[in-house]
């Protein structure tokens, strides 16, 4: 399946990403907004990882954002726990590639998402977590039309605080009456 706006698609993600998502997932700078753990991992455990949990899982699809122009791979969005009798799935993203943050490629590939979610999978709810102190996030998540569903308080600890998570989630009636 492939997704694509005027400037980036989305393409699922195949054993051949091994090595730029093992990149980014050693990159602490790039995962200390979104993972819950921060560690520095063997390329063997990368392997490992996407082989079993990212592509080796029924209840997850992931997607490999590409830049048209340049066709480089500059972050990974997925729905994972998705849950076809409630119709529901979580939905995690990571620009990966430092140079392009912050130029709007976040929201392009989320629409393109959310669209696939909505509209072809018919899912009725799609949620994420995001981290107290990620307030680009936070504010990009409340603009495509998230609301905020509760917290889980002084959840994780980064840089010598502790910091909440903060529940979000966004209805399929909701999305399509904002686009």
Known sequence: MLFESSRMFLRKMTSEDIEVYHR?????????????FLDIYHIEETEEFVNQVILGSQSSKSYIIVEKESNKPIGITSLTNID?????AEFII???????????????SMKLLLDYSFLEM????VFLRVFSFNNRAIKLYEKMGFQHEGRS??????????????????????YIQRN
Do not use: C
């Not at 076809?84 to 529901?88: H, P």
């Not at 990571?94 to 392009?108: L, N, P, V």
């Not at 018919?122 to 709810?125: E, V």
């Open 24 to 36: 980014w997932r050693n990159d602490i700078e790039v995962m200390k907004s979104t993972a819950p």
């Open 84 to 88: 076809y009798k409630n119709r529901s």
């Open 94 to 108: 990571d620009i990966g590639d430092k140079t392009s943050w912050g130029k709007g490629y976040g929201a392009e």
């Open 122 to 125: 018919n899912l009725h709810r």
């Open 153 to 174: 308080r002084e959840s994780i600890f980064r840089e010598g605080k502790w910091h909440d998570i903060i529940h979000m989630s966004i209805l399929q009636n909701e």
